[in-house]
Each structure stands twice: as C-alpha cells, then as structure tokens.
T-cell receptor, first 110, second 112 residues
Framework: GIQVEQSPPDLILQEGANSTLRCNFS?????LQWFHQNPWGQLINLFY???GTKQNGRLSATTVATERYSLLYISSSQTTDSGVYFC????????????FGAGTQVVVTP | GAGVSQSPSNKVTEKGKDVELRCDPI?????LYWYRQSLGQGLEFLIY????????KSGLPSDRFSAERTGGSVSTLTIQRTQQEDSAVYLC??????????FGNGTRLTVT
C-alpha cells in the first residue's frame, strides 16, 4: 500500500510564528486530506486537497500531486493551533482506504 | 446536522472478555471506516466499508477482530477475547464518495 511520511515529527512555535508541515507519498495521490487532532483527541478535517492550493483563514495547503507531496502552512500561529496534524491519502482507488502519516506534533507557546 | 456518533465513549473491560463498539455514520454517507489509535501514536487502519461492496478487512490485526455494517448504516466492531494490547482509542469515520472524511469522537477501550 501507499506509504505516507510526515515531517517534522515535532514542532515548537512561539505564538505569532509561521511554519510549514510536509507530507510525502510513495505513490501518486488523488484524494489527499489534512486533519488536526486537538489536545482532547478530536479529529477535524482541515483540507481536502488532491491538487493545487486552498486557504482557510490562517491555514493554507498546497498539493503537488505529480511530485507526490503536500504542504500545510500555518501563519501567525496561536496556542489553539497546538495538537497533531495528520495527512492522509488513498491507494490507487480514489474511494478506498486512507493511509495516515505518523503526524506532526505542534506546540504553540504563548 | 448530526455528525458521526460512537458509543460507548469509554469502555473498561477485563482481559478475555468480548466487547462491541458502535458507530452511527452521517446519514447518507456510503463509506465507513474504523481506525485505531494507541496512546501517542498515529492512526492504524482496521476496516473499510463502501456501499454494498465487500469490506476491505486488510487492516484487522487478528481474527479476534470483526466488523459488520447493517443496512448500509450502523457499524459494529467486535473484539473477542480482549487482550491488554487492544487498549486504544477506536475511531470511526464516514464520507460520501470521495468527499472529506468525518470522524467521530472515538471509543476509549481499556483492557485490564
């Protein structure tokens, strides 16, 4: 199956800083998603972004499907951005199971 | 509207007992997933249902694990003869077609 690698594994930010999280895939993807898991364990879908760039407030994401990677940008970070960020993508079946990366643990300090 | 609902939210059981975890997906969602998350770890795929197709069971860790989806809606994940290593948060998710995945709040299973 598809392999998903996320970097960095951990990130400590001071409030107000910007950061970039990366997700690499072993195969081409057509259904890539980014999730945020808050400190209470809830998983929230941030972006569904098979290609191109999307923005939602201070967060944006870019996927370059032909090069098998996606980037998540956090600008002007806030303490509420703390948590674990996961990316996930499928195998060859666009409606198939999503394989998750190991996540990036983000801590934003005041 | 209502999201993905899982019950119970917490379950403590003795080693060797069987447990059933329930998932009510978002109405109309054709795909349903079960994942497992151990403490401080990522999400481990367990099983995936898509419409009336045969489920993808490739992630079930042993034959003690099974899942059903009745009427294309509610799903039950059953773990027989629970072991301590089964302790984890079990997450259910659903979606319509290839749309974004929606997760429930999970069931925290503790095997003593």
């Amino acid at each position: 199956g598809i392999q998903v690698e996320q970097s960095p594994p951990d990130l400590i930010l001071q409030e107000g800083a910007n950061s970039t999280l990366r997700c690499n895939f072993s195969d081409s993807v057509n259904n890539l998603q980014w999730f945020h898991q808050n400190p209470w364990g809830q998983l929230i879908n941030l972006f569904y972004i098979p290609s191109g760039t999307k923005q939602n407030g201070r967060l944006s994401a870019t996927t370059v499907a032909t090069e098998r990677y996606s980037l998540l940008y956090i600008s002007s970070s806030q303490t509420t951005d703390s948590g674990v960020y996961f990316c996930a993508g499928p195998g060859t079946d666009s409606w198939g199971k999503l394989q998750f990366g190991a996540g990036t643990q983000v801590v934003v300090t005041p | 509207g209502a999201g993905v609902s899982q019950s119970p939210s917490n379950k403590v059981t003795e080693k060797g007992k069987d447990v059933e975890l329930r998932c009510d997906p978002i109405s109309g969602h054709t795909a349903l997933y079960w994942y497992r998350q151990s403490l401080g770890q990522g999400l481990e795929f367990l099983i995936y249902f898509q419409g009336n197709s045969a489920p993808d069971k490739s992630g079930l860790p042993s034959d003690r694990f099974s899942a059903e989806r009745t009427g294309g809606s509610v799903s039950t994940l059953t773990i027989q003869r629970t072991q301590q290593e089964d302790s984890a948060v079990y997450l259910c998710a659903s979606r319509l077609g290839s749309s974004p995945l929606h997760f429930g709040n999970g069931t925290r299973l503790t095997v003593t």
